[in-house]
């Protein structure tokens, strides 16, 4: 079984920076790519940003786009996600997905397949 451990939330100042690394353990998986989406209290999960795991491709949501940057390492099985010029609005609980076949549509939460529990990130102006 795939289990999927976030780290590196917290209290940050508006115009901050944090890093949250993903680090997957347990069996051998097959994965396409890993995700990062996040949940503010009251609202549904959205898509944040994700990483192809050959080749790297990165995709982001508009919101986060040149200030967050998905990254991967094969080696360590982690994926991080480097939160620059942070504001408010970012607050959420963030939470790191798998998605373990090969589809276009990296943004839909349906697409993935194992879940984290998820750390919270929180933003104050």
């Known amino acids: 079984q795939v289990q999927l451990v976030e780290s590196g939330g917290g209290l940050v100042q508006a115009g901050g920076s944090l890093r949250l690394s993903c680090a997957a353990s347990?069996?051998?998986?097959?994965?396409?790519?890993m995700g990062w989406f996040r949940q503010a209290a009251g609202k549904e999960r959205e898509f944040v940003a994700s990483v192809t795991w050959n080749g790297g491709t990165t995709f982001y949501a508009d919101s986060v786009k040149g200030r967050f940057t998905i990254s991967g390492d094969n080696a360590k099985n982690t994926v991080d996600l480097q939160m620059n010029n942070l504001k408010p609005e970012d607050t959420a609980v963030y939470v790191c997905?798998?998605?373990?076949?090969?589809?276009?549509?990296?943004?839909?939460?349906?697409?993935?397949?194992?879940w984290g529990q998820g750390t919270q990130v929180t933003v104050s102006s």
């Open positions: 997905a798998v998605c373990q076949r090969v589809t276009w549509y990296l943004s839909d939460r349906t697409s993935y397949d194992v």
């Open positions: 347990g069996r051998t998986f097959s994965r396409y790519a």
